[in-house]
């Protein structure tokens, strides 16, 4: 256990040792802070930039800035390595690169990595666990050249725990540098600070994708890769300024994901623009074997890659629909009211027709997961799916829920359990396939979804709906429907990033990038954080 305890540290001791030789971020800063892909592959193709020079900046970043943002739990030992065979490569290349060639990425710590890293779900439970194999979504990236540059932190076990922690935080993603407690004989040193927005470290991160958020916000890297179940991506995307895209659930591969849900989970992109997650997306999608949805999905893959539908005129005659409930939580605040006015002028003038004072039916039981059965379905595929995963490792202390349960207790000051509980972990726990109960939760969540926004898109011939924030995230999750958010501003007075997010049906991906990159382009919101 002790060789894995040095692992989880290497934010700390990896980026440290490379100290002789880092970059300083004063020398680069014109050339990486706030660079996009786009950016990093014209310097590389200048010969201004190498690869070991951006890994640099982000160890040097991570080291200046990680102590309390926390946005990432691990750092990759063979990350320097990996950039010396990009940087190889592009030199003996005589043809075109893949756009994520010798780009460092971040990945959420629920997907695996058959490498030097843990996948742990930022639990101790899983710490020195070893993955049969990389994750679908990793193996596309290791061939297209991408640098796997650490794992971020998360909500533990994806939010999906307990009910009682704070957003974004884990046991392990809250290692410290004050206290220490011993864990199967093995001494680790922690400290629960939780993780802190870079625009404003008293407001809210959202989660559980939220050390990728924070991550690539910060320019702690170039690129990151989170997961959503029912708004992890949407949500932390929107509170630290930065794109996020859910897929149309098995668009991406799951394989090698831990899991919640293989009905609504789903991976996707989390990055500074609308490009640089397209060229993301473009690189995890496809077929994989090993998750049966992508056969299926694949049916929506554009020929020539989404790269295509990032277009300034994105927005002519796009019909958009707002539904009045999804901007009901603005509706007493002045600025962000009056800020939302602006951005339904500004899409009307890019050439969208906004169709607004619409319903979608029974829009109440869709957001509440209570009401529509989504709970009730998550416990049962949890325990099912998450079992199979632990099943499937090569190694772990943990081979089952049941003795996750009874990890944490034994371990219950480190995963702090006294404070947090694990009672979703308990109701999971205590179900038992997919009875008559989630069969027909099952039921009433198609119902929900066909008779809701199926049906509200297609009688209003509608291209997107828009939302405020993460407000439709629960609408887009149980349809298995994809949504990009896109920074929407900083409020006056509190102080804190929002985003507007535009959702559409299954495989409507080209249309929503088109409209996300348009009025991305149109706005220009986004701004890098105050860190200073």
């Known amino acids: 256990m002790a060789i894995y305890f040095l692992l989880s540290s290497l934010l700390l001791i990896c980026v440290l040792s490379y100290g002789s030789q880092k970059l300083t971020a004063k020398r680069l800063k014109i050339t990486i802070e706030e660079a996009t892909v786009d950016d990093l592959q014209l310097a590389f193709r200048l010969k201004t930039l190498t690869s070991r020079e951006v890994v640099l900046f982000y160890l040097d970043k991570i080291r200046e800035l990680n102590e309390n943002l926390r946005g990432v739990i691990e750092v990759n030992p063979d990350a320097l390595s990996q ?33 030097k890293l843990n996948t742990t779900a ?20 290791r061939r297209s050249g991408a640098i796997i540059s650490g794992k971020a932190s998360l909500s533990e076990w994806s939010n999906f725990r307990t009910s009682w922690a704070p957003n974004g935080w884990s046991a392990r993603g809250s290692q410290g540098k004050e206290g220490f407690v011993k864990l199967n004989t093995t001494w680790f040193n922690f400290l629960n600070l939780w993780k802190q927005n870079p625009y ?3 407001v809210e991160v959202c989660g559980s994708s939220s050390g990728p958020a ?42 090698g994901v831990i899991p919640i849900s293989p009905r609504q989970d789903t991976v996707g992109p989390i990055c500074r623009t609308v490009a640089d ?62 800020t939302f006015e602006q951005h339904f002028t500004t899409l009307r003038k890019q050439g969208a027709v906004l169709v607004d004072n619409l319903e979608i039916a029974h829009i109440e039981d869709v957001l509440d997961s209570h009401s529509s059965g989504e ?24 081979k089952s829920l049941r003795e996750v349960i009874e990890f944490n207790k034994n371990h219950s000051k480190v995963e702090k359990i006294n404070e947090y509980g694990q009672d979703i972990f308990e109701l999971a726990e205590k179900t038992n396939g997919m009875g008559p109960k989630e069969q027909e939760a099952l039921s009433n969540l198609k ?82 954080p105050p860190l200073a």
């Open 277 to 338: 997650s397209v060229h993301v997306l473009d690189i995890i999608v496809g077929i994989d074997r090993n998750d049966n949805a992508t056969s299926e999905a694949s049916k929506y893959i554009p020929v020539g890659g989404y790269g295509q539908f990032l277009k300034h005129n994105g927005l002519e005659g796009k019909r958009l629909g707002i539904v009045n409930m999804l901007f009901d939580s603005i509706n007493h605040d002045v600025f962000l009211k009056q």
């Open 375 to 398: 709970f009730d379905a998550m416990l049962a595929e949890f325990k099912i799916a998450l079992n199979e995963y632990l099943g499937d490792l090569v190694k772990s202390p943990v």
């Open 447 to 528: 119902r929900l979804s066909k008779q809701g926004f199926k049906k509200l898109m297609t009688d209003h011939s509608l291209d997107a709906l828009v939302a405020y924030a993460n407000s439709a995230s629960s609408i887009l999750a149980i349809g298995g429907f994809p949504g990009i958010v896109v920074p929407a501003g900083y409020h006056n007075t509190k102080k804190y990033p929002f985003g507007i997010c535009f959702g559409g049906l299954r495989g409507s991906e080209p249309k929503l990038i088109e409209i996300a990159y348009a009025f991305e382009q149109a706005t220009k919101i986004r701004r890098k």
């Open 83 to 115: 950039a010396d065979i990009a940087d190889k490569e592009r030199r003996e290349c005589n043809h075109t690169l893949p756009k994520l060639h010798g780009i460092p990425i971040l990945l959420k710590d629920n997907i695996a990595t058959k490498d």
């Open 214 to 255: 924070i991550s690539v916000a910060a320019n702690m890297v170039s690129v990151t890769l989170g997961t959503e179940t029912d708004g992890s991506i949407i949500c932390p995307a929107s509170f630290n300024s930065v794109v996020g895209i859910k897929p149309t659930v098995g668009l991406t591969s799951r394989a």
């Open 200 to 202: 404003n470290s008293s």
């Open 122 to 141: 930022g639990s101790f439970a899983l710490l020195g666990s070893i993955v049969p194999r990389d994750a679908g979504v990793v193996s596309k990236l």
